[in-house]
Structure formats: structure tokens, C-alpha cells
């Protein structure tokens, strides 16, 4: 791939779009630290437990709603924000099935979209987690008002997504604060734009995307584009 043009920056989240992932994680930092506040015996007491509680159920509601205005108030965006995570294709087959091989060996990444193969199955598993995680807050609060609705494991279920959340945020922590490959990235989620250069070798299908929209001129050093599943093309001037 030919070198990007320097000193050039390329929009990549909207303000809806980092709203909605900033109050994802300002809602999460609230239920977790609440939640420990609950379970863990060393910080039982450090707020009371009724306190807690309150401030654990507000931040799921804050969040909940947040999420239903924010999308309501940007169908178009956040609509289009999920189509680009809901689309799979050929090359995002391969990115996942060659992770060993660019662990092992640094193998070059197939071409990719806006968003990589990696962060769209992030995020629908952790979509999926969320899920569950309200449905399983719902039980365990309306079982205290109706015991029709206490089931043996809600509790259990309930602990078990949030370790596995646990661990999809360190993981996610991780690429944005720590691997130098990726923490570009997370200057696209503060001012909303990234490094073209950047971009260019993490999502050059998607570069070439937003370049050829711009001015309907394909950029020549970008050599791929989106296809459909299991097909590459390149691009010429």
C-alpha cells in the first residue's frame, strides 16, 4: 500500500456516536463499582448497601435511556453505525481466521472496514451481555416486590456476565491505552477524527468509502474496497 498523504486527519465518529460510548462507559463504571459496593465483603459497608442499590439501578436506567434518546435523535447516524458493525464479509472471515498467524509471525491484516472483525464480534457479544444483564437486574428487582419472579441462579447469571464484561473492557482497554498499533483509535472516540495513515493501514476499505463519496475520485493509495463477501478488488487510478 503506498504511503498516506501527511498531516491529513479523517472524520470517524459522529458526536452521537461518542455520546452514546462515553455514557456506555461512565453507566459501567457506576454499575460496577455499585455492584462490588454489593457483593464484595471487604467494601460492605463503605456506602450503605440501600444507597448503592439506588445508584445501581439509576445509572442502568440513565443508561437505557440515554441510549433510546441519543439513537431516537440520530436514527440516520446510528442506524448507519450498525449497519456497519452487522456487516461480515470475506475479508472479516479471514481476519479472524489468520489472528494466530499475525501473532505468530506479524502476518499482515486482510483489508478492512470501518470497523475491524474483532471489534464487531466485541460488540455484539457484549451487546448480547448487556442483554442479559438488564433482563437478570429486572428479575432480581421485581423478585423483591413479587416473589412470582425469584429464580434459583438469577443472582448467579447476573455475577456471571458482569465477570465476562470485566474482561471484554480490560481486553478493550487494553488495545486503546496500551498496544501502540491500536491507540490511534481511541483519538477518533475524543475529537471524533483519526491520523489518515492510521486509518489507511487498520481500515482501508473504509477509507476508500468515505474518500470516494467525498469527491467520487478513488484515492490511488488505497488499494482495496468493499465487496461483497469473499471478494477484494483493487483500485486504480
Do not use: C
Not at 42 to 67: F, M, N, Q, S, Y
Not at 128 to 155: D, K, P, Q
Amino acid at each position: 500500500m503506498a504511503t498516506a498523504r501527511p498531516g491529513t486527519r479523517i472524520a470517524r465518529f459522529t458526536l452521537a456516536e461518542r455520546l452514546l460510548h462515553w455514557l456506555l462507559a461512565a453507566a459501567f463504571a457506576v454499575l460496577l463499582g455499585t455492584g462490588f459496593l454489593m457483593s464484595v465483603p471487604a467494601l460492605e459497608g463503605t456506602v450503605p448497601r440501600p444507597v448503592a442499590k439506588a445508584w445501581h439501578i439509576d445509572a442502568a436506567i440513565g443508561l437505557a435511556v440515554g441510549v433510546v434518546v441519543i439513537t431516537l435523535a440520530r436514527v440516520r447516524v446510528i442506524g448507519r453505525t450498525i449497519g456497519d458493525l452487522e456487516r461480515f464479509d470475506g475479508d472479516d472471515r479471514r481476519w479472524l481466521a489468520q489472528i494466530p498467524r499475525r501473532i505468530m509471525a506479524g502476518a499482515p491484516a486482510p483489508p478492512q472496514g470501518r470497523f475491524n472483525a474483532g471489534q464487531k464480534l466485541n460488540t455484539a457479544v457484549v451487546a448480547g451481555l448487556m442483554v442479559v444483564s438488564y433482563i437478570t437486574g429486572f428479575l432480581l428487582w421485581y423478585g423483591e416486590r413479587n416473589t412470582a419472579y425469584r429464580f434459583a441462579g438469577t443472582i448467579n447469571v447476573h455475577d456471571d456476565v458482569m465477570w465476562l464484561l470485566i474482561i471484554l473492557v480490560i481486553g478493550h482497554l487494553y488495545m486503546a491505552l496500551v498496544n501502540p498499533q491500536t491507540r490511534a483509535a481511541l483519538d477518533g472516540m475524543i475529537s471524533g477524527s483519526v491520523d489518515r495513515a492510521w486509518a489507511l493501514r487498520h481500515h482501508a476499505k473504509w477509507v476508500a468509502r468515505v474518500e470516494r463519496s467525498d469527491d467520487n475520485t478513488p484515492p490511488a493509495d488505497v488499494v482495496s474496497d468493499e465487496r461483497p463477501a469473499g471478494r477484494t478488488g483493487s483500485m486504480r487510478d
